[in-house]
C-alpha cells in the first residue's frame, strides 16, 4: 500500500491460532486507518502479535491504532529501539519473540 510516497507493507501469518501481523515501513496516515479498519472488521478470538520491528516511523494516527489494538488484547513484538521505544512509551504490552 503506498500513500504520498510513504509504504507500509503488511504480512499477515497464523501460528499456532496465534494471528501475527507484521508492520515494514511507516504506520501513518491511510495505511494505520486501513488496518484499524481491518481489524475491527475481523477481530477473532485469535491472540494477535503485532509486529513493529520493521516499522520505521509512526505518526499520531498510528499511535492511536495501536492503543486500539492494545484494547483489543494484541501483544507487540519489538527488537529494534525505535519499535521498543514506541512500545515503551504507549505501554504495549510486548509479546515473546519465538
Given at each position: 500500500?503506498?500513500?504520498?510516497?510513504?509504504?507500509?507493507?503488511?504480512?499477515?501469518?497464523?501460528?499456532?491460532?496465534?494471528?501475527?501481523?507484521?508492520?515494514?515501513?511507516r504506520f501513518t496516515g491511510e495505511g494505520a486507518e486501513h488496518i484499524r479498519m481491518l481489524v475491527?472488521?475481523?477481530?477473532?478470538?485469535?491472540?494477535?502479535?503485532?509486529?513493529l520491528t520493521e516499522v520505521m516511523y509512526i505518526d499520531a494516527i498510528g499511535?492511536?491504532?495501536?492503543l486500539l489494538l492494545k484494547r483489543?488484547?494484541?501483544?507487540f513484538?519489538?527488537?529494534t529501539s525505535y519499535s521498543r521505544?514506541?512500545?515503551?512509551?504507549?505501554h504495549l504490552p510486548q509479546a515473546f519473540s519465538h
Open positions: 500500500m503506498a500513500t504520498n510516497n510513504m509504504m507500509l507493507r503488511v504480512e499477515t501469518q497464523e501460528l499456532d491460532g496465534t494471528l501475527i501481523c507484521r508492520l515494514e515501513g475491527t472488521q475481523c477481530h477473532t478470538d485469535r491472540t494477535l502479535v503485532v509486529d499511535e492511536e491504532v495501536l483489543l488484547g494484541a501483544q513484538l519489538a527488537e521505544d514506541v512500545c515503551e512509551r504507549l
